[in-house]
């Protein structure tokens, strides 16, 4: 068996309980960044993951990338609600003329009996700029990157009241005793459906971060 670098088991980390899915670019750009070629870097050590069945390469059509550093609607208990249809359009229209394009990337492998949920067809794009959210707040706020749970990873006491099927939050980061929802708003969100993710979390005292 390969010996795994510290790099290996970060991204190994992240793949099975922060993430469902980094592109290539994403884990170079993270691991690699300082290797003379970091694309080369990380697909080779991607590829040896692989081949011990630890990680899965594959290739996903998604839209470019687009840099997220900062929410696009915030709120909190006893606020007003932020415009939630000014969000939509915002974020409708950040997506509207980027490409979709055949993107390689790199998705968990099954763990014992457990495999993490690769992404849909249709949740591609989606899944890899709310990575993209992870990975900058893993650099410029390790420590609430620390308490980042994925969707999949949210006990289903948290959320005790919730309707079956009902939409939970991408994600949820701890910030002392206060539990923040983050949700990657997609092109598909209208108005109407930000303000039911509105409704879900004021019902349950969470606040949120709309990105």
């Known amino acids: 068996m390969v010996e795994l670098t510290r790099q290996d088991l970060e991204l190994i980390d992240v793949l099975t309980l922060r993430v469902r899915v980094l592109s290539l670019g994403q884990v170079a750009r993270t691991w690699w960044q ?6 080369r870097s990380a697909l080779s050590q991607v590829r040896k993951l692989a081949a011990e069945g630890l990680v899965e390469p594959t290739n996903l059509f998604a839209a470019a990338e687009i840099p997220l550093t900062w929410p696009v609607a915030t709120w ?4 007003p609600a932020p415009d939630l249809a000014a969000a939509a359009r915002l974020t409708r229209a950040r997506f509207a003329r980027t490409p979709v394009c055949d993107t390689p990337c790199v998705v968990a492998a099954r763990i014992g009996r457990r495999r993490p949920r690769p992404p849909r067809e249709t949740e591609t794009t989606h899944d890899l ?22 969707e999949d990873e949210i006990a289903d006491d948290l959320f ?3 309707i079956p099927g009902e939409k939970r939050p991408d ?10 929802a ?3 708003v997609g092109s598909s969100y ?9 409704d879900f979390c004021a019902e349950r005292g969470l606040a949120y971060e709309l990105w």
């Open 34 to 39: 300082d290797a003379s070629s970091p694309h």
């Open 76 to 79: 909190q208990p006893l606020l």
């Open 129 to 150: 700029h709310l990575s993209g959210v992870y990975l900058w707040m893993r650099a410029n706020l390790p420590t609430r990157a620390a308490k980042w749970l994925h």
């Open 160 to 162: 005790e009241r919730a």
């Open 171 to 180: 994600a949820v980061v701890r910030d002392g005793g206060h539990l923040t």
């Open 182 to 184: 983050v949700e990657l």
């Open 190 to 198: 209208s108005g109407t459906k930000l303000q039911a993710f509105h």
